[in-house]
């Protein structure tokens, strides 16, 4: 129970219906040409907001709200902290181009959970996924040049969808088609089942050509249907540029030692291993 309350789950906003009705791109590479260029934009930033976390554990409902500083540096590295029961460390994510982690300290759920990106198929199985919060920002990757996807257009968003090689769908993604930045991103399993979404709105320009939603909501779906949900919301004002030195960089994007947590786990291929 303890660990099917750990998988990743988030609410997010209901993707809203545009207001104007522009024209999609033609084809999938098209549309993945524009999304690239975004990403190329990205730059480091950091931001200070607030965290609404609902999560279940020994068979209940526990709701926490709180505030938190993020670092980031794309396209990999992100630091997130949450101040919970006056630990301005309650809660810790963060992730650098080898390895992925997230502690947190709420006695209900005191925990450490950490993978590195080449053992892991399913960093999604946290209860808040760096990898999602970075495709949060926009920061979502294509591969292949677009030619795994395929494109549609729905309503006035342009809609990119993956396949697995069995026809299975693996991922969505909503552009929305006037700004073209990204509103939605639907993950599925291996079944081609719904297991997350993550939700952006409320975007702003930080500098020429890079724009970061302040709002980022993410749901996911655990077993028998149970949902976890997180929502932050960035303060407009603290979303801003930053510059890293190396010494800062090494402080915010080196996994910490797990000391102090009642369970310990390590994510393989999907599969949490108690160590």
Not at 9 to 32: D, F, H, M, N
Not at 108 to 118: A, D, K, L, Q
Not at 124 to 148: H, Q, R, T, Y
Request: charged content about 25%.
């Amino acid at each position: 129970m303890f660990a099917a309350a750990l998988i990743v789950c988030g609410c997010g906003p209901e993707l809203k219906l545009t207001k104007r009705i522009c024209p999609g791109k033609r084809t999938a590479g098209e549309s993945w040409d524009v999304l690239n260029a975004h990403s190329e934009n990205a730059l480091s930033l950091r931001a200070n907001g607030q965290c609404r976390l609902r999560y279940y554990a020994e068979r209940r409902e526990h709701n926490e709200n709180f505030p938190v500083k993020l670092w980031a540096n794309p396209p990999a590295e992100i630091y997130l902290q949450g101040d919970v029961a006056f630990d301005a460390r309650g809660i810790v994510l963060g992730s650098n181009e080898d390895e992925f982690w997230l502690a947190m300290k709420p006695k209900e759920i005191s925990g450490y959970w950490w993978g590195r990106w080449s053992d892991a198929n399913c960093p999604e199985m946290l209860m808040i996924s760096p990898k999602l919060v970075l495709e949060g920002f926009g920061i979502v990757a294509l591969d292949s040049g677009g030619s795994n996807w395929r494109l549609s257009n729905e309503g006035g968003f342009d809609v990119l969808t993956k396949h697995n090689t069995r026809g299975v769908i693996q991922k969505r993604i909503y552009v929305n088609c006037c700004d073209y930045l990204i509103e939605k991103v639907e993950y599925f399993d291996a079944r081609g089942e719904a297991i997350a979404v993550v939700e952006m709105d409320k975007y702003k320009e930080v500098s020429e050509g890079f724009f970061v939603p302040s709002a980022i909501k993410i749901t996911t779906y655990g077993e028998h249907a149970v949902e976890d949900a997180v929502e932050v919301n960035f303060s407009l004002g603290s979303l801003k540029v930053a510059s890293f030195t190396d010494r800062q960089r090494d402080r915010l994007f080196t996994r910490p030692e797990a000391r102090g947590f009642e369970h310990i786990y390590k994510i393989v291929d999907g599969e949490m291993i108690e160590q």
